[in-house]
């Protein structure tokens, strides 16, 4: 897991090229203008989902990983718990390939992500995202760029 602002996001170009193309599309982009949706950058292998909604109790966050995508989640406006574990520390419950969704169960430790900071998560990182600060649900724009590994 990284967790770090987007004016930093050079110094993790040279990870991997999807990574890079990633980073220069949330930083070669105003958000504010942007409607949800997604957006590719190229093809399956890099896109873009532009999202707003409320965060959630954290009863209502499920934890998730992904086997063949890394996320890069970017927070436009507002801010979020995110919560994070090693896969090793986690139960698996159910793979859904189409989505590349793995629905995992146990217990990590919750960073907050605020405007401006990004969080990436590697097939290895579980994550628990959308998480409402002092339980007081509020909204959040994001971005999430999916990387293939």
Request: net charge positive.
């Given at each position: 897991m990284i967790l770090d602002y987007l004016k930093n996001a050079k110094l993790y170009y040279g990870v991997s090229k999807g990574l890079e193309k990633g980073f220069k599309f949330l930083q070669e982009n105003d958000f504010s203008k942007m409607e949800p949706g997604r957006y590719e950058i190229d093809g399956s292998n890099v896109y873009a989902m532009v999202q707003q909604y409320d965060t959630k109790l954290i009863e209502n966050c499920?934890?998730?990983?992904?086997?063949?995508?890394?996320?890069?989640?970017?927070?436009?406006?507002?801010?979020?718990?995110?919560?994070?574990?090693?896969?090793?520390?986690?139960?698996?419950?159910?793979?859904?390939?189409?989505?590349?969704?793995?629905?995992?169960d146990g217990n990590g430790d919750f960073v907050t992500v605020e405007a401006g900071e990004f969080a990436v998560f590697f097939p290895e990182d579980v994550h628990a995202p959308c998480v409402s600060i002092n339980d007081d649900p509020k909204p959040v724009k994001k971005v999430v760029v999916k990387v293939r590994v």
């Open positions: 499920r934890w998730e990983a992904h086997r063949k995508y890394i996320d890069i989640q970017y927070i436009v406006s507002g801010k979020e718990k995110m919560g994070y574990s090693n896969i090793k520390n986690m139960k698996e419950i159910e793979y859904k390939e189409e989505k590349d969704f793995v629905h995992m």
